[in-house]
């Protein structure tokens, strides 16, 4: 289900102090209902998608990365930009010490992604190109019946005009199939990795 942009704004998330020059382009509750401490199994089983992405036998790479990859590949929009670093440092380089000295998260291996920084109820990673500098976040919210769940956002700084043509874009393609599709993947590997921590 998709959210307003309130629902992540409006929480005291660190990485509002880390982001706060970025938009909040999508907000979305994951279909992950769990008790308060299991933010960290939500993490992991994303990690090992975004990992398998890399190698197109992970659950994110079959719903989002595969295509964008492919495209970025033919066309250089994933290839490092000279002046990026200039001009898009990394988020890495504006977290408070305690962020920065704190745990970082999971190894995203050589995907595009790198881990930002995990708290008990946020996760933050990042990753930048020629069309756009964007932030993955996952936090663990209260659902309202007195559990919890995964709660996505994805904040955005585009690249120039051509960054910000590239967003406008693909939207529809992210809000019709791209986004649908892999939140009802994150569910069903939730679902099927509560069966497998069940049954031990």
Known sequence: MRLPRTDHTDRPWR?????????????????TPGGPGDLALLVGQIAEGIRGGVNGDGFVSRMLFAVRWKLGALLGWDKPDSDTGVRRPSLRDRLPA???????????????????????????????????????????????????????????????????????AIKPFRYLGVYPALIRSIGREWEASAARRNAS
């Open 98 to 168: 305690d962020l920065r000295d704190g745990p970082r998260g999971p190894d995203l291996g050589s995907s595009p992604f790198t881990s930002l920084y995990q708290r008990e109820d946020e996760w933050a990673a990042e990753m930048a190109n020629r069309t756009v500098q964007a932030v993955m976040h996952i936090g663990w919210v209260p659902d309202g019946a007195g559990g919890y769940r995964g709660q996505m956002a994805v904040l955005v700084k585009p690249n120039g005009l051509f960054g910000s043509f590239y967003m406008a």
């Open 15 to 31: 990485i509002h102090e880390v982001a706060d020059d970025f938009t909040v382009e999508d907000v979305w509750a994951l279909p």
